[in-house]
């Protein structure tokens, strides 16, 4: 478990500029380890560099300065390129522009067919991404005519039939619809869980990236807070400061705790922060209204 | 007033079955994709044999029990047709007015003749029967089987150095986006009859630069796919052709066997009768 999946070394990036202006630094001399198996989210705002980073590591960017190391390979080799993007899956925001076929199983098919797999083992692990995403039963179905979380799921799973170690999601609900992103972290969490895969994930929703293990925010291509969900999302002030806002929950406890209420301050989900919040009253003997606490704590 | 042309826009669109796929699990679907393009070669050679009645009646027999066989709805064939009218009243026309023979009657200027109308009958009925034929082939095969099926029968064209997995692939993205493509330019009607374009109003000139605030925003949209889906492509390890496997392996089976000896035999029976003048 404690292996380094990734390991990103003074990483420096700027994009080919426009005739007559300076190019732009996307990423500034960016240094970053993660654990093999681990679920890491990456937070920023708009231009902090969080998808150029993410397309470091698949070799699909390369270093202009710094290096990238995945699974102990260098992005940079080319003669590495197809293995290196076989252990890294991607999967991006928007799923119309992922699918390429108009049949669900054979588009989950593309990426095994690229790497040369024997018939029968493709056919197999199509079944097998299917049958994770829970997309088995619309096999025959033209993607076009699914929802848009369904059409994500089949891009999935289109990553997943390569059987890569790490998937990284690059804002893979920004498109999406509640549901349809609720059915797209569902899968996420899965792929955690049950496969052990090491999952990262870019993200602007706040929600998302306090189930887990570790939060990255970036700013101006550097990393600005890295540490637990519960660690960054403390410092309220701070995220502000970087253009983020923080859970509603953090946000009613830290308003609460401005006016003086000594409340704890980082609640990830709705369930902890009515806790909280029943505990605190308890303590104070000043229940204003017991009953809506405890509703509070079902709902949502 | 809006509401239903916004309507009648879309529906227009929803008529475009080009590239459609219509999944299912007949012979037909089942055929291989190599004898199916080779059928349909072949179906079109003896539609243009074909002159007399006869034939014309044999070859709709078969194109009528291909579509039995496939399950495919009539109604979706004929919406296919409908772009596709004012291609065969043009050419009915043309045929009526310049085709020189026994006269039926004149107007004016124009004389319709029997020869003529016969032709204009003809090439309607073989404009059809060639476009409800292709259907059959787009309608019964996956756009892969489709391109993979071409890549085949091209193969050897890459002895003389002809890019054909790259040509059918291109070809495989472009069935691919069509649907994707229509959804977009129907969103962008929308969005622009929102603010006030009008789309059914004034003279041909007018309604064609009204089109173009619809074609600009979906160019730009179709290359941000496009560069969209490469980098996906790519990042699914996509290198070109070489080395690449397949989830459905192509065999010839008994009834590719089949269905070819049985086209052969109609193309051979076509060109029999017409000879005969039957």
Request: include cysteine; aromatic fraction near 6%; hydrophobic fraction near 45%.
């Amino acid at each position: 478990m404690s292996d380094i999946a990734i390991k990103i070394d003074g990483l420096t990036y700027f994009y080919p500029a426009d005739e007559g202006t300076a190019p732009v630094d996307v990423l500034r001399g960016l240094t970053l380890e993660l654990e093999s198996g681990s679920f890491t989210a990456v937070l920023g705002h708009n231009g902090s560099g969080k998808s150029t980073l993410a397309r470091h590591l698949n070799a699909l960017l390369l270093p202009k300065g710094g290096s990238v190391y995945v699974f102990g390979m260098d992005t940079r080799m080319e003669e590495l390129v197809l293995e290196i993007r076989r252990r890294v899956g991607m999967v991006f925001q928007n799923p119309d522009n992922q699918i390429v076929s108009n049949v669900v199983e054979e588009d989950v098919a593309f990426a095994p067919e690229n790497l040369g797999v024997p018939s029968p083992e493709i056919r197999e692990r199509v079944d097998e991404a299917l049958k994770m995403v829970g997309m088995y039963e619309f096999r025959n179905h033209a993607p076009h005519l699914l929802s848009g979380g369904q059409r994500q799921r089949i891009a999935i799973a289109g990553v997943l039939a390569m059987r890569p170690k790490c998937v990284v999601f690059d804002e893979p609900t920004a498109m999406l619809d509640p549901r349809g992103r609720e059915e797209v972290m569902g899968i996420i969490y899965k792929l955690r869980r049950e496969y052990g895969s090491t999952v990262i994930l870019i993200t602007h929703h706040m929600e998302e990236a306090a189930r887990a293990d570790r939060v990255i925010v970036m700013d101006s291509g550097l990393v600005a807070m890295d540490g637990s969900p519960r660690e960054v999302f403390s410092n309220v002030e701070e995220l502000s400061a970087l253009g983020l806002d923080v859970p509603e929950e953090t946000r009613l406890l830290y308003e609460l705790r401005r006016e003086g209420l000594n409340v704890p301050l980082c609640a990830l989900d709705a369930r902890e922060c009515a806790g909280a919040l029943a505990k605190y009253f308890k303590k104070t003997g000043d229940i204003p209204s017991g009953s809506r606490t405890e509703r509070n704590a079902d709902g949502k | 007033m809006n509401c239903s042309a916004l309507r009648g826009g879309a529906a227009v669109l929803k008529d475009i079955t080009l590239g459609q796929y219509f999944p299912g699990d007949t012979v037909i679907h089942r055929l291989d994709p190599r004898t199916k393009i080779l059928v349909l070669i072949v179906y079109i050679t003896a539609l243009f044999f074909a002159e007399t009645p006869v034939t014309y009646a044999l070859m709709a027999l078969c194109l009528a029990a291909a579509i039995w066989i496939s399950r495919i709805k009539l109604s979706v064939m004929v919406r296919g047709l409908k772009p596709l009218v004012l291609v065969i009243v043009l050419t009915s026309i043309l045929n009526i007015l310049y085709t020189k023979g026994e006269p039926l009657f004149s107007f004016w200027i124009i004389t319709v003749t029997r020869e003529g109308v016969m032709n204009a009958v003809k090439i309607s009925v073989r404009i059809i029967m060639l476009v409800m034929g292709t259907f059959m082939l787009t309608y019964t095969t996956s756009p892969i089987m489709l391109t993979y099926g071409l890549e085949l029968l091209m193969g050897p064209l890459k002895k003389l150095k002809v890019p054909v997995h790259e040509l059918a692939m291109m070809m495989s993205m472009a069935l691919r986006l069509i649907p994707t493509l229509i959804e977009e330019t129907d969103k962008i009607i929308s969005a622009q009859k929102a603010r006030g374009a009008e789309f059914d109003t004034g003279n041909l000139f007018e309604k064609a630069r009204a089109m173009l605030p619809i074609l600009v925003p979906l160019f730009i949209s179709a290359f941000r796919r496009a560069d969209e889906l490469a980098t996906a492509m790519e990042a699914r390890c996509y290198h070109g052709g070489e080395n690449r496997t397949r989830l459905n392996v192509l065999k010839l089976r008994l009834r590719d066997g089949m269905a070819l000896g049985l086209s052969a035999a109609v193309l051979g029976g076509v060109i029999v009768l017409v000879n005969m003048g039957i």
